[in-house]
């Protein structure tokens, strides 16, 4: 085995994992009327995790920062030729083709917040923004599906687990080490700020009321979340 090489720091793994949880239970949970107060604190969490990521990608470790992987087409159809062919090195870093995959996933999964938290909040078009929120959803679905293909392939091309780089931090190489006692403080705080968000979230009760559209009565035979929520009822939340 070749020298090991701290590659993705705190932050970019607390971010990962907690975006894999929270995506994949907001997913899961969308078209429950009862868990709908679970899809929104999800959703929340996975649009918080992603903005973070995005400041992170200026302020971050080497391997963190944008500028580490701005790879144009070219370079990425050059990776995935290399690929097909068995040719081609493995990337310290993310590999160009890699880097559109997680660029689509972060601006796919902004779009769908955005249009989520509309939605919830009754800021512009009901039905139909709930449409628009439902396509980036399943488009973000889409890109995950070939970003967890892509992070296979590339595992068995170039004999290097890349899952358990992204748990671990390590990888195989010889650059420059991506930790510093400030990217363990920004893990620590991103950890932080998840469990405050959601003891707060708890504790008071909040997202407990069904989607504004809902709550002004627009109902259209629609079924998705039309079911009041405990918020409504004016029973105690000390869950
Ligand atoms: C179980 C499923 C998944 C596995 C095994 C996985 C694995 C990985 C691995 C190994 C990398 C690093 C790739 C590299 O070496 O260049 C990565 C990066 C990334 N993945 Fe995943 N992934 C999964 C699901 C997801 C999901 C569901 C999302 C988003 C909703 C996501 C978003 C990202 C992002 C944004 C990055 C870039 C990391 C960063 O630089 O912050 N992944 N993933």
């Not at 995506?23 to 009327?33: I, P, R, V």
């Not at 107060?37 to 470790?61: E, K, P, S």
């Not at 890699?98 to 917040?113: E, M, P, R, V």
Request: hydrophobic content about 50%.
């Amino acid at each position: 085995m070749g020298e090991q090489v701290k590659v993705w720091d705190l932050p970019v793994r607390i971010s990962h994992w907690g975006l894999v949880l929270s995506f994949a239970g907001a997913y899961l949970l969308a078209e429950s009327d009862e868990a709908l107060r679970w899809h929104v604190l999800l959703g929340f969490t996975a649009t918080g995790l992603i903005a973070f990521r995005l400041i992170w990608g200026f302020v971050g470790t080497r391997y963190a920062r944008f500028a580490s992987f701005l790879y144009g087409p070219g370079a990425a159809l050059r990776y995935l030729r290399g690929l097909l062919r068995r040719e081609g090195g493995a990337f310290v870093g993310h590999n160009p083709a890699g880097s559109w995959a997680i660029y689509a996933i972060l601006l796919l999964g902004l779009a769908t917040g955005a249009t989520g938290y509309m939605t919830y909040a009754g800021i512009g078009g009901g039905e139909s923004l709930e449409e628009v929120h439902e396509f980036f959803a399943n488009a973000w679905l889409l890109v995950v599906v070939v970003h967890i293909v892509g992070v296979i392939v590339s595992s068995l091309v170039h004999r290097q687990n890349l899952v358990r780089a992204m748990i671990t931090g390590y990888k195989e190489g010889t650059a420059t080490g991506a930790a510093t006692s400030m990217a363990l403080l920004a893990g620590v705080a991103v950890a932080a700020g998840v469990l405050a968000f959601w003891s707060w979230a708890l504790l008071t009760g909040s997202f407990s009321g069904p989607a504004a559209h809902e709550r002004a009565g627009q109902h259209d035979g629609h079924a998705h979340r039309s079911a009041p929520m405990n918020g409504e009822t004016g029973e105690d939340h000390d869950d």
